[in-house]
């Protein structure tokens, strides 16, 4: 995949993620897919999502705790290797506390065959390139 397509792909993905869409989005994953969010409604007893149904669940543990979710990608960076990092910012509102937080947000997938393997959240772009073995 060359880094237009996966540029398409990971914006593709915030479409589905802002539509509220697991259905449409799983097509982007790989049916032995790996999602390691920096949050969950499990709390600390998950350590990722997997799967198509994972990543289901994943949706729904989503909407759990937040009532409304904004996911927007400023940046897409190709890794080479089928890697990719997408630098961004996450809009979200409490569903107990109505509170609204807007935080960056920085993730890591890999592909394979044009479908997301793997991936990684974290709250920082600092964070995300740190993992990505990027300086800056």
């Not at 997301?116 to 990505?132: F, M, Q, T």
Request: aromatic letters at 12%; a negative charge.
């Amino acid at each position: 995949m060359d880094s237009v397509e996966i540029d398409r792909l990971v914006r593709r993905g915030a479409d589905f993620y802002n539509q509220r869409d697991p259905e449409a989005g799983i097509e982007l994953w790989d049916p032995d897919c790996e999602w390691h969010p920096y949050f969950s409604a499990e709390g600390e007893r998950i350590s990722g999502y997997r799967g198509h149904d994972g990543i289901r669940r994943w949706f729904r543990d989503t909407d759990e705790l937040f009532s409304s979710v904004h996911w927007e990608v400023e940046k897409v960076r190709d890794l080479g290797n089928d890697r990719v990092l997408a630098l961004g910012r996450l809009q979200v509102r409490g569903r107990e506390s109505g509170e609204d937080v807007d935080s960056p947000i920085g993730q890591i997938f890999e592909f394979r065959d044009g479908k997301i393997v793997r991936g990684w959240a974290y709250l920082s772009h600092e964070d995300a390139k740190l993992a990505a073995g990027l300086d800056s």
